[in-house]
């Protein structure tokens, strides 16, 4: 099992940054994948940002260039750094992990953050 805990949610200006953190924990070991996810009202959940095992980056195209997806192993934790926010980036935003044991696939969901941009 792998748990997943977000923080660093809030309530920002238009313009201006928040840093989302997710540690994880559990069997740490077996993660292969792992990105943020986001959700608005009324809307599905989307991709915003996430690291495969490859070594690859892949971002949405409306947060290129304003958000920064890192992590610290040593701390088993993955952040997002968002630059530049608009009101249209105020969704919940989730942390999300692949996994793999015995060739089987795995995937874990954190409980979500409120990020809440205003105009």
């Known amino acids: 099992q792998v748990q997943l805990v977000e923080s660093g949610g809030g309530l920002v200006q238009a313009g201006g940054s928040l840093r989302l953190s997710c540690a994880a924990s559990?069997?740490?070991?077996?993660?292969?994948?792992i990105g943020w996810y986001r959700q608005a009202p009324g809307q599905q959940r989307e991709v915003v940002a996430r690291?495969?095992?490859?070594?690859?980056?892949n971002y949405a195209d409306s947060v290129k260039g304003r958000f920064t997806i890192s992590g610290d192993s040593a701390k088993n934790t993955v952040y997002l750094q968002m630059n530049s926010l608009k009101p249209e980036d105020t969704g919940v935003y989730y942390c999300?992990?692949?996994?793999?044991?015995?060739?089987?696939?795995?995937?874990?969901w954190g409980q979500g953050t409120q990020v809440t941009v205003s105009s």
């Open positions: 690291n495969s095992s490859d070594g690859s980056t």
């Open positions: 999300k992990a692949l996994a793999k044991r015995r060739g089987i696939q795995y995937q874990y």
């Open positions: 559990g069997s740490t070991f077996s993660i292969t994948a």
